[in-house]
């Protein structure tokens, strides 16, 4: 196991972190994940107040363990609040299912809309508790996680508050790298969340993007993409289970920049989707936002064009789906409620035909209902 420091918290953290919203099958497996994650050489446990059992599963695991509590790093994460007095409370509660008197890291939760970040900002707000609870040391290194716009997530590292990010980059979704690149600048942290399951399912990739990933497995030649950018400190393996964190881990000692087969992957994805997708191919510039109908364009095109260049269409719908479901964690409605306004049209650099291809997308991506849409 590798071990990167965490931007300015100094905390030296391993590659991979448990991230532990799967292991709630029972409190004997979360006790196994975490002894397992242990003995692999993760140092880092991550958690948060929203995911169920977690939190007191963690605290249990923990009482049990002959490791040093000051050799493990815990984050726990809480959502944002408008006031002071309920982040505060929630924290205590925390604190208490974890049975700790500290976390290394809190980061709000879903830090992902204009109006979050004004809680964070304003002076009576959820950060006046957790400052205090830094003050007093409950609390040691403060951060964000977010599933918001680039903009947002700017912004956010831009108020100088927070020593880490947790967010969403992987090989299949690079338009967060300026975020990176900006949060490196500030000497954060970078938490990379969930790149096996939001960075394209790739425990289970369809047979096309294997072949095209060959010799490497998608989901390590993900890994692999991320770590060998150094301003990213640790990726989430969300492990249902002790055995799930074998496959994951087995890149966790391969450090340094992509290697020549691995360059060559990286190569072959990129000629093949630009050949494959020809004069469709967004190319995920985000100029034609905003659309009045709050369609995400270049998310929707962005599925569209991994289901047709890697056959990811499963991970397509799974992601799709989401439209209209999520909230603020994945805003914007389905791509059938474009009224062909013609507004994006002029701000597509690709001239792409964007109301036909959200068309298309949906058609692909909205899954059976009834009859079959397409071939
Ligand atoms: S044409 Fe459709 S996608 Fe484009 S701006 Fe209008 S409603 Fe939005
Ligand atoms: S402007 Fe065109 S190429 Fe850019 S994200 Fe929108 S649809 Fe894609």
Redo the contacts with the bound molecule.
């Keep these: 196991m590798r071990y990167r420091r965490f931007g300015k918290t100094n905390l030296s953290l391993s590659v991979f972190s448990l991230g532990t919203m799967r292991y709630l099958a029972s409190e004997a497996t979360a006790a196994q994940t975490v002894n397992r994650a242990i003995a692999l050489g993760i140092n880092h446990l991550e958690t948060a107040k929203g995911y169920g059992k977690s939190e007191q599963y963690l605290g249990q695991a923990l009482a049990q363990l002959t490791v040093p509590r000051s050799q493990l790093y815990i984050t726990t994460k809480i959502s944002p609040t408008p006031d002071a007095a309920s982040m505060a409370r929630q924290l205590d509660q925390s604190l208490a299912d974890l049975g700790t008197d500290y976390v290394d890291c809190l980061a709000i939760h879903g830090l992902n809309t204009e109006e979050h970040l004004s809680w964070v900002k304003a002076k009576q707000g959820c950060m006046q508790a957790v400052q205090q609870a830094v003050a007093d040391g409950r609390v040691r290194h403060i951060g964000f996680s977010t599933h918001g716009s680039l903009e947002l997530i700017l912004a956010a590292i831009a108020t100088g508050l927070f020593e880490f990010v947790s967010l969403h980059y992987y090989y299949f979704f690079q338009h967060n790298a300026p975020a990176v690149a900006a949060a490196a600048a500030k000497d954060m942290g970078v938490f990379i969340i969930s790149p096996a399951d939001k960075g394209g399912q790739l425990y289970t990739p369809p047979q096309k993007l294997q072949e095209l990933c060959a010799p490497l497995s998608p989901l390590l030649f993900n890994y692999r993409f991320l770590l060998s950018d150094p301003r990213i400190t640790t990726l989430s393996v969300g492990a249902a289970n002790e055995t799930e964190l074998d496959w994951p881990l087995s890149v966790a000692d391969v450090d340094g920049p992509l290697d020549v087969a691995e360059t060559e992957v990286l190569q072959r994805l990129q000629t093949h989707q630009t050949a494959t997708l020809k004069s469709e191919q967004c190319s995920q510039c985000y100029d034609?936002l905003p659309?009045?109908?709050a369609?995400q364009?270049p998310e929707v095109l962005r599925l569209r064009n991994l289901a047709i260049a890697y056959d990811m269409t499963n991970f397509g719908q799974y992601r799709y789906r989401m439209f209209e479901n999520a909230g603020h964690w994945f805003p914007g409605v389905k791509a059938n409620?474009?009224?062909?306004?013609?507004?994006?049209?002029p701000k597509c650099p690709e001239q792409l035909n964007?109301?036909a291809l959200?068309q298309d997308a949906h058609e692909r991506l909205n899954g059976p209902s009834g009859r079959r849409l397409w071939g």
């Design positions: 034609c659309c009045p109908e369609i364009i409620r474009c009224t062909d306004c013609g507004d994006c049209l964007i109301p959200l």
